[in-house]
């Protein structure tokens, strides 16, 4: 028990750490307004055909793909974490309040690939934030995957209400005083930022290890086998996130309510998950758990097969915080083990997993509901987590070529 609580004194000791704690719970919750009602967004309210919204989404993924790693490798190399985190919420201020008036579809797919693109540096930024100010304190290397998952797990506390309320929001507000709430809560992160976290340009190690290009560490067979195993598992998450609540209002004849419900479910068991998983990853290889955490995401989508009412998805939220508590948690913390000296790149690296996964899923998910419908559409994300464990157990197998940073200093 003693060993249990320590993170939490030392936590609430340090004043850096606090700020972050607060940081993650501001994006977790920008974020919960408006992640679960995307497809319910571009469909029912700006009235995009599928294959449109799919289209819609995929584009603005790219440009969030391109405009992040770029801003990464700055972030390394010229500019603080703080300006950064600035940039990011001064863009997803103005990203949301567009979403809010907007509704041409043209005009939409600008805001979202640009101003909204920019604005995804946040996440990313904050948690290569948060293993520098780990790195620079007393707390022990091998301690911080606890760490970093009790942020992630504040970041996943705020899912806990955040759909819930963005429903009633949306149905008493309409979607615009949705985006509007999420811009209001990306200015409260920008004030915390100003006020609390410095500006510390990047060491000069740093700069050296950023010199590599990017195409150079990914031929690292065992962080490309890493890599294309986290695609396969965010394109599943992102067909599960588009697919699930149009599922329960087309087939299951629920309600929007009901929606924002499903997505308040699993946060609450992610946080204790997640605190486990992180206290394990303390002890042992988290490749184990990231495995274990990627056969139970087979498992979860198998069962949303089966659901025949909405409450039945309730019970199912259980398994899949499990899945969001590994992969969202402790797999922080395991790409920022292959590349310790660059937080932001590799931070950045599962970030674009997580983008080019949801860029694949955008792209399938208009085509898959036409052809499978929804429930079909569930077996493709068990089919695609089954790929990635696949790729997890075979990555042992494969030699990784060195990346010698003294060719480059």
């Known amino acids: 028990m003693q060993r249990l609580l320590a993170p939490w004194r030392i936590l609430f000791r340090h004043r850096g750490f606090v700020v972050l704690l607060g940081c993650n719970l501001l994006l977790g919750l920008a974020y919960s307004f408006v992640g679960p009602f995307m497809s319910m967004f571009g469909t029912l309210e700006v009235g995009m055909k599928p294959l449109v919204f799919s289209l819609f989404m995929t584009t603005t993924s790219v440009s969030a793909i391109a405009l992040t790693t770029l801003l990464a490798r700055w972030s390394d190399t010229h500019f603080s974490r703080r300006a950064m985190l600035v940039l990011g919420c001064v863009c997803g201020i103005a990203g949301y309040a567009a979403y809010a008036i907007v509704r041409d579809v043209v005009w939409l797919t600008v805001i979202g690939s640009l101003v909204l693109g920019v604005s995804s540096i946040t996440f990313s930024q904050l948690f290569a934030h948060a293993r520098e100010l780990i790195a620079a304190s007393d707390i022990p290397p091998r301690d911080t995957p606890l760490y970093l998952n009790v942020f992630r797990l504040f970041f996943a506390l705020a899912w806990t209400a955040g759909p819930a309320v963005a429903a009633w929001v949306m149905v008493k507000y309409s979607y615009r005083g949705m985006f509007l709430v999420a811009a209001l809560v990306f200015f409260l992160l920008l004030l915390t930022v100003l006020r609390f976290i410095p500006a510390t340009p990047p060491t000069p190690v740093?700069?050296?290890?950023?010199?590599?290009?990017?195409?150079?560490?990914?031929?690292?067979?065992?962080?490309?086998?890493?890599?294309?195993?986290?695609?396969?598992?965010?394109?599943?998450?992102?067909?599960?996130?588009?697919?699930?609540?149009?599922?329960?209002?087309?087939?299951?004849?629920?309600?929007?309510?009901?929606?924002?419900?499903?997505?308040?479910?699993?946060?609450?068991?992610?946080?204790?998950?997640?605190?486990?998983?992180?206290?394990?990853?303390?002890?042992?290889?988290?490749?184990?758990?990231?495995?274990?955490?990627?056969?139970?995401?087979?498992?979860?989508?198998?069962?949303?097969?089966?659901?025949?009412?909405?409450?039945?998805?309730?019970?199912?939220?259980?398994?899949?915080?499990?899945?969001?508590?590994?992969?969202?948690?402790?797999?922080?913390?395991?790409?920022?083990?292959?590349?310790?000296?660059?937080?932001?790149?590799?931070?950045?690296?599962?970030?674009?997993?997580?983008?080019?996964?949801?860029?694949?899923?955008?792209?399938?998910?208009?085509?898959?509901?036409?052809?499978?419908?929804?429930?079909?559409?569930?077996?493709?994300?068990?089919?695609?987590?089954?790929?990635?464990?696949?790729?997890?157990?075979?990555?042992?197998?494969?030699?990784?070529?060195?990346?010698?940073?003294?060719?480059?200093?």
């Open 206 to 409: 740093m700069r050296a290890a950023a010199r590599v290009p990017l195409r150079e560490t990914l031929r690292r067979g065992d962080l490309l086998a890493n890599f294309t195993a986290f695609v396969f598992v965010f394109a599943a998450g992102t067909l599960a996130m588009q697919n699930l609540p149009l599922l329960v209002l087309n087939e299951l004849g629920g309600h929007e309510q009901q929606v924002g419900i499903i997505y308040s479910i699993a946060p609450v068991f992610e946080l204790p998950f997640m605190y486990y998983f992180g206290f394990l990853a303390t002890r042992g290889d988290q490749t184990r758990i990231i495995r274990l955490g990627v056969g139970l995401a087979v498992a979860y989508y198998f069962a949303l097969t089966l659901v025949r009412v909405p409450w039945h998805v309730y019970p199912v939220q259980v398994l899949g915080a499990a899945v969001t508590a590994v992969v969202a948690g402790v797999a922080i913390s395991f790409f920022q083990s292959y590349l310790p000296d660059q937080a932001g790149t590799a931070t950045n690296l599962y970030a674009t997993a997580q983008r080019i996964g949801s860029t694949g899923a955008y792209l399938l998910f208009g085509g898959l509901v036409a052809t499978i419908g929804h429930r079909g559409v569930f077996v493709v994300c068990a089919t695609f987590s089954a790929a990635a464990l696949a790729l997890l157990f075979a990555r042992r197998r494969i030699e990784p070529v060195p990346v010698a940073l003294a060719e480059v200093a």
